[in-house]
């Protein structure tokens, strides 16, 4: 009688059914960092899976642009700045930012030590790429009286920094300002977004479509991933390990500082995140941006903003930091 019941209950196994996974390709910003980690954690801990998600993380870079494999087709779910998005809705590209990974953007300007306050700076020479002429820099002439004239090259390395001593240069709170502690300088760091820059940063996008046709796997996928970096802030070990494993290039120093600067400026858990959980937006910080790109002169004439971003998968995950 037992090898009888034994052999039923493995048919009744056999023939119960498996349920299928969503499956989400999901692209990043850049090469696997700290600023992924809540990403990499929710996979590493099976957070995705434990909400029925099969997910994919395929690392950015400089020769990847995620919103074109986004509209393509080829991908589920891109990581992009705020303003990106608003930009692709000017071009009739029908993207949608349903979440925002980063609360705080992380765009900082880098000083010199004896520098106290951001507008010291003015009328002095700053190293600045040219993307930023269409992101921070109209805040920083529109704030700050900062004028064109006082912009340098921007060549993606802290040397001519360090070489002289009269130059600020822009960066990211999470890496540059680590270069330049490891060269023996301690910088001064201004996070534009603690001084009123307002858009949101490594926001998760999705075509229009999708965010009306998948609305619940991405609502799970959301969910895992505030999940993953509630996990990840707490202990980044297990998204570290697989942050690696698709950087290798990626050192463990490099790792902490980042962990620890996102902890200490808030970039994930402050901002919106303190009332609308990890991963949140809101309406108001969103008319914020589109205010600044029109006071700026950024904005394209008879475009509906409000279509770059949807609350509705958001606003049903609350996950407190």
């Given at each position: 009688?037992?090898?009888?019941?034994?052999?039923?209950a493995?048919?009744?196994?056999?023939?119960?059914?498996?349920?299928?996974?969503?499956?989400?390709?999901?692209?990043?910003?850049?090469?696997?960092?700290?600023?992924?980690?809540?990403?990499?954690?929710?996979?590493?801990?099976?957070?995705?899976?434990?909400?029925g998600?099969?997910?994919?993380?395929?690392?950015?870079?400089?020769?990847?642009?995620?919103?074109?494999?986004?509209?393509?087709?080829?991908?589920?779910?891109a990581?992009?700045?705020?303003?990106?998005?608003?930009?692709?809705?000017?071009?009739?590209?029908?993207?949608?930012?349903?979440?925002?990974?980063?609360?705080?953007?992380?765009?900082?300007?880098?000083?010199?030590?004896?520098?106290?306050?951001?507008?010291?700076?003015?009328?002095?020479?700053?190293?600045?790429?040219?993307?930023?002429?269409?992101?921070?820099?109209?805040f920083?002439?529109?704030?700050?009286?900062?004028?064109?004239?006082?912009?340098?090259?921007?060549?993606?390395?802290?040397?001519?920094?360090?070489?002289?001593?009269?130059?600020?240069?822009?960066?990211?709170?999470?890496?540059?300002?680590?270069?330049?502690?490891?060269?023996?300088?301690?910088?001064?760091?201004?996070?534009?977004?603690?001084?009123?820059?307002?858009?949101?940063?490594?926001?998760?996008?999705?075509?229009?479509?999708?965010?009306?046709?998948?609305?619940?796997?991405?609502?799970?996928?959301?969910?895992?991933?505030?999940?993953?970096?509630?996990?990840?802030?707490?202990?980044?070990?297990?998204?570290?390990?697989?942050i690696?494993?698709?950087?290798?290039?990626?050192?463990?120093?490099?790792l902490?500082?980042?962990?620890?600067?996102?902890?200490?400026?808030?970039?994930?858990?402050?901002?919106?995140?303190?009332?609308?959980?990890?991963?949140?937006?809101?309406d108001?910080r969103w008319?914020?941006?589109?205010?600044?790109?029109?006071?700026?002169?950024?904005?394209?004439?008879?475009?509906?903003?409000?279509?770059?971003?949807?609350l509705?998968?958001?606003?049903?995950?609350?996950?407190?930091?």
């Open positions: 009688m037992a090898r009888l019941a034994h052999v039923v493995c048919m009744s196994l056999a023939a119960s059914p498996v349920l299928a996974q969503d499956r989400i390709v999901f692209a990043t910003d850049w090469f696997a960092q700290a600023e992924h980690g809540g990403f990499y954690q929710a996979l590493a801990e099976g957070t995705y899976r434990k909400h998600l099969d997910v994919t993380i395929k690392m950015g870079g400089p020769q990847v642009n995620g919103l074109q494999l986004l509209a393509a087709g080829q991908i589920d779910v990581m992009a700045d705020g303003l990106q998005v608003l930009s692709a809705v000017e071009q009739s590209v029908p993207l949608v930012a349903f979440a925002a990974t980063f609360q705080k953007n992380p765009t900082v300007i880098i000083a010199h030590p004896g520098v106290s306050k951001l507008e010291d700076l003015k009328g002095k020479p700053i190293a600045i790429g040219a993307a930023s002429n269409t992101t921070f820099w109209p920083l002439k529109q704030k700050y009286g900062f004028v064109d004239g006082q912009k340098r090259p921007y060549g993606f390395s802290v040397q001519p920094f360090l070489a002289d001593p009269n130059l600020s240069q822009q960066g990211f709170a999470t890496s540059e300002p680590f270069s330049i502690e490891k060269a023996g300088v301690t910088p001064v760091v201004f996070l534009l977004a603690d001084l009123g820059y307002p858009p949101y940063s490594e926001v998760l996008v999705a075509t229009r479509s999708n965010v009306i046709r998948r609305t619940d796997a991405l609502r799970r996928f959301v969910q895992a991933s505030a999940e993953g970096w509630k996990s990840y802030l707490a202990n980044p070990a297990p998204g570290n390990a697989l690696r494993k698709d950087n290798p290039q990626m050192g463990d120093d490099l902490a500082y980042g962990v620890r600067k996102i902890r200490e400026y808030g970039i994930v858990t402050g901002g919106t995140a303190t009332t609308a959980g990890l991963l949140g937006m809101t108001a008319q914020a941006t589109v205010q600044f790109i029109k006071s700026s002169g950024l904005a394209r004439a008879n475009t509906d903003y409000a279509k770059a971003w949807s509705e998968v958001v606003d049903n995950v609350k996950v407190t930091p």
